[in-house]
């Protein structure tokens, strides 16, 4: 009876032990289950793979966090498993890089700079958006005398940002594509912030006098703060701030068909808000939490979403026509960080090593899109003179000094090399501006002999940009000062440089009041 007695007593303690593994088993798998159906939005999906995305609340991101996604994605069996870190990119760089994402969203600039140090883990698939004026540069307007970006132009100033960031980013591209030389001298107009909080509260405050940031908060701060007015944007420019999805190389390796159903989740979300923008602004209102309709259309009109098609074309180059704008996204930037210092070198001997194309090439079967040239030229109707002198000013470009052979208004090979590289910097970064170009020579004896000198190199270099670069006449103007408006002499320039900066043929750029 007593062998019983412990016989029965051992049965129910392994009855327990097998209870509590059954319990322990089943809790997991309906956490695990209920962890899927939070990230597809439903109990009725069957999820197969939750993907591991990180980004940030900029509103070129926000498709990734619409219903219409997570529907999307769950009709193929996929969850997305969304971190918000709030900006930082180092951080989600070395989070990237251990693995804990298979794919992270960031300007291609910031990967660049910051993918670096861990020999660039990931590759770019697509391009999200380009910044149409989601970043900017705002200024009290008492400190803008001219009104153009020329007022940046003093190291005595305070500039507050957030450090790391676009808005840093566009700070430094202010500095090199406008030769901004006395911010080049001196760190010491620099007050680098933790994140925007604090950009803001200091805008509020008047501590700083020139302030970058993106929208919303840059459209909102306005209205808050009186004389706060928009200096430079990213609505002056284009390719220079991409977005683009970069997702872990083994990822897309080992999971690639996963990868090109994610994409398809993505294009075809993209392509039902184009057929329902009351959809879209509705959806778009719970991801971003802006709830006022005419602010959200406002800050939408700063992003410019990719879709396949413009991937297809313009970003990745397939088909006829084409153009590789993430390529030249990559070079650009480079030379920015460059520049500033913010990288001693380049640091990849060939691009593509950062760039997959295999996947939107298979997207592109699945979800086949009519497929057109896309190199439709800008239109740029002819102006009056009076026109042109309505045209708002953007600022003066930097160029490398355009040769000519001695004496003469004909170019010389290394001066048709420089303004080919200018056409691709105004074809590819700054489409649609009007440019005023403006030749000037070194004093002679007879001036209106060297103003007549200096207008036929200003044409000589338009003739090229058209014949050669097929741009469109009517976006060109051309003027000759002789030598009658010298350069701004630099801090601790000698003589001998001063001089040779004097013949020169500038660019001056304006916004185009029709676009």
């Known amino acids: 009876m007593k062998n019983r007695?412990?016989?029965?007593?051992?049965?129910?303690?392994?009855?327990?032990v097998l209870g509590i593994g059954i319990y322990k088993v089943s809790s997991n798998w309906l956490l695990k289950k209920k962890e899927q159906e939070a990230a597809v939005g439903g109990s009725d999906a069957k999820?197969?793979?939750?993907?591991?995305?990180?980004?940030?609340?900029?509103?070129?991101?926000?498709?990734?966090?619409?219903?219409?996604m997570k529907r999307q994605m769950a009709r193929r069996g996929q969850g997305l498993a969304w971190t918000d870190d709030?900006?930082?990119?180092?951080?989600?760089?070395?989070?990237?890089?251990?693995?804990?994402?298979?794919?992270?969203?960031?300007?291609?600039?910031?990967?660049?700079?910051?993918?670096?140090?861990?020999?660039?883990?990931?590759?770019?698939?697509?391009?999200?958006?380009?910044?149409?004026?989601?970043?900017?540069?705002?200024?009290?307007?008492?400190?803008?005398?001219?009104?153009?970006?020329?007022?940046?132009?003093?190291?005595?100033?305070?500039?507050?940002?957030?450090?790391?960031?676009?808005?840093?980013?566009?700070?430094?591209?202010?500095?090199?594509?406008?030769?901004?030389?006395?911010?080049?001298?001196?760190?010491?107009?620099?007050?680098?912030?933790?994140?925007?909080?604090?950009?803001?509260?200091a805008a509020k405050r008047r501590e700083g006098d020139f302030f970058a940031l993106w929208e919303p908060d840059a459209s909102r701060l306005m209205r808050e703060v009186p004389g706060l007015k928009k200096v430079f944007g990213s609505d002056k420019f284009r390719g220079y701030i991409v977005d683009v999805f970069v997702f872990k190389r083994d990822f897309v390796t080992n999971n690639h068909d996963d990868v090109v159903a994610f994409f398809e989740a993505y294009y075809s979300s993209m392509r039902t808000f184009s057929g329902d923008r009351d959809k879209m602004l509705e959806e778009l209102k719970v991801a971003t939490g802006i709830n006022n309709k005419t602010e959200l259309e406002s800050v939408l009109k700063t992003v410019d979403w990719q879709d396949l098609q413009e991937n297809c074309l313009k970003q990745l180059g397939f088909g006829q026509g084409s153009s590789e704008g993430i390529l030249n996204c990559i070079g650009v930037s480079t030379a920015v960080l460059v520049k500033t210092g913010r990288l001693k070198s380049d640091p990849l001997a060939d691009p593509y090593r950062i760039i997959n194309t295999s996947v939107l090439?298979?997207?592109?079967?699945?979800?086949?899109?009519?497929?057109?040239?896309?190199?439709?030229?800008?239109?740029?109707?002819?102006?009056?003179?009076?026109?042109?002198?309505?045209l708002p000013a953007i600022g003066t470009t930097q160029v490398k000094n355009i040769t000519f052979q001695t004496g003469s208004a004909v170019l010389d090979e290394a001066g048709e090399k420089t303004v080919d590289e200018i056409a691709d910097r105004l074809a590819n970064n700054y489409p649609d501006t009007r440019v005023v170009v403006m030749g000037h020579t070194a004093s002679g004896s007879d001036e209106s002999e060297s103003i007549k000198l200096s207008k036929e190199r200003a044409e000589a270099v338009v003739q090229r940009l058209i014949a050669v670069h097929g741009m469109p006449a009517s976006r060109f103007k051309v003027d000759g000062k002789g030598s009658m408006q010298p350069p701004l002499r630099r801090p601790d320039e000698n003589s001998r440089a001063f001089m040779y900066r004097i013949p020169r043929v500038e660019f001056h750029l304006f916004m185009d009041n029709a676009f």
Do not use: M
């Open 361 to 390: 090439k298979a997207v592109q079967n699945r979800l086949p899109a009519e497929l057109g040239n896309s190199n439709v030229k800008r239109q740029f109707a002819q102006l009056t003179e009076k026109e042109w002198q309505a």
């Open 86 to 201: 709030g900006g930082s990119y180092e951080d989600r760089l070395d989070k990237f890089a251990k693995g804990d994402y298979d794919f992270i969203v960031l300007p291609v600039k910031e990967y660049l700079q910051h993918g670096l140090k861990h020999n660039y883990p990931g590759v770019i698939t697509a391009a999200i958006a380009d910044s149409t004026g989601a970043d900017v540069i705002l200024g009290f307007e008492d400190k803008l005398p001219t009104g153009t970006i020329a007022d940046l132009n003093d190291a005595s100033r305070k500039f507050v940002y957030v450090k790391a960031s676009p808005s840093e980013f566009l700070i430094d591209l202010a500095v090199v594509d406008f030769d901004l030389f006395n911010l080049t001298k001196t760190d010491s107009w620099r007050s680098e912030q933790a994140d925007i909080a604090h950009v803001i509260a």
């Open 47 to 68: 999820v197969n793979r939750v993907i591991r995305g990180c980004g940030d609340g900029y509103l070129g991101y926000s498709i990734l966090n619409t219903p219409e």
């Open 5 to 16: 007695t412990v016989i029965f007593a051992v049965a129910i303690l392994l009855l327990g």
